[in-house]
C-alpha cells in the first residue's frame, strides 16, 4: 500500500496544486487571498470550491480531478502557509506559496513541505488561478 500512496500523494499534489487550482468566485481581494483560499477549501476536501478559485478553461478539470483524488483521501492538512507576490501587473500575479502538508490515506500519514509558484490573472476584477503550479 505504501507504494500507492505515494502514487497517489504525488498525483494528488499535482492535480491540488497543480493545476487543480480555484475557480470562478474565487478571488479575495487580492492574489495571496485567492491562493489562500484555494487552500482552504483544500483542505476541506471541497471539490467545487477550489474549482471556484479557477479560470474556466482549467476549472471543469480541476473540479474532477479534486472530485476523484478526495474520494481516497481521509484528510487534508495545510498549516504554516506563507505566500508573497513574486510579480504582479494590473491583470496578472505571480505567488509562491510554502506550506506544510499532511495528507491521511490508506491508514497511512504522510507529511512533506512543499514550495508552489502559482499564476493568476483577474478576471471581471476577481483573482483567479489560471495555470498549473510549477514544481
Known amino acids: ?35 489562500k483560499d484555494m ?11 477550489v474549482g471556484s478559485y479557477c479560470t474556466e478553461d482549467i476549472r471543469e478539470d480541476v473540479v474532477s480531478t479534486m472530485e476523484s483524488a478526495f474520494t481516497l483521501i481521509d484528510s487534508i492538512k495545510i498549516t504554516n502557509m506563507k505566500t508573497s507576490v513574486a510579480s504582479q501587473t494590473e491583470d496578472t500575479a505571480t505567488v509562491d506559496a510554502e506550506y506544510d ?32 503550479v510549477e514544481e
Open 39 to 49: 487552500f482552504k477549501a483544500m483542505a476541506a476536501k471541497n471539490a467545487d470550491k
Open 101 to 132: 502538508l499532511e495528507m491521511k490515506a490508506f491508514g497511512q500519514t504522510n507529511k512533506e513541505h512543499q514550495s508552489d509558484t502559482i499564476d493568476l490573472v483577474k478576471v471581471d476584477g476577481k483573482w483567479l488561478i489560471s495555470e498549473p
Open 1 to 35: 500500500m505504501k507504494g500507492w500512496f505515494k502514487v497517489l500523494l504525488v498525483l494528488t499534489l499535482v492535480a491540488l496544486v497543480g493545476g487543480v487550482v480555484i475557480g470562478c468566485s474565487g478571488g479575495g481581494s487580492g492574489p495571496e487571498a485567492t491562493v
